[in-house]
């Protein structure tokens, strides 16, 4: 599968922004998908992840009841909502997507996204 990543930008603190991945493919719908982020000096991080079937959503901590995951099977696209955004929000966002268990084998070309204060 591939992905394409868009949507970022330069926004202020407090705003908020979404983040689209289109995948290709006819299998898209039986990947689980998800979004990882790098900021500048930092390691790449897990920030949120959708089941195949939509069914079932996680984040990491510091995005919870901020960012929001979904997806659409029928566009083939995944999306990552974020509002109340902060500068360390500020890195360059990757979708990603694996087949069954393990780690994510497919990841997109990354979007950039800053915050500025």
């Known amino acids: 599968v591939q992905l394409q990543a868009s949507g970022g930008g330069v926004v202020q603190a407090g705003g908020f922004l979404r983040l689209s991945c289109a995948a290709s493919?006819?299998?898209?719908?039986?990947?689980?998908m998800g979004w990882f982020r790098q900021a500048p000096g930092k390691e790449r991080e897990f920030v949120a992840g959708i089941r195949w079937s939509g069914d079932r959503t996680y984040s990491v901590d510091s995005v919870k009841g901020r960012f929001t995951i979904s997806r659409d099977n029928a566009e083939n696209t995944v999306y990552l909502q974020m509002n109340s955004l902060k500068p360390e929000d500020t890195a360059v966002y990757y979708c990603?997507?694996?087949?069954?268990?393990?780690?994510?084998?497919?990841w997109g070309q990354g979007t950039q996204v800053t915050v500025s204060s």
């Open positions: 990603v997507a694996r087949y069954g268990v393990g780690g994510y084998d497919y």
């Open positions: 493919g006819r299998t898209f719908s039986k990947y689980d």
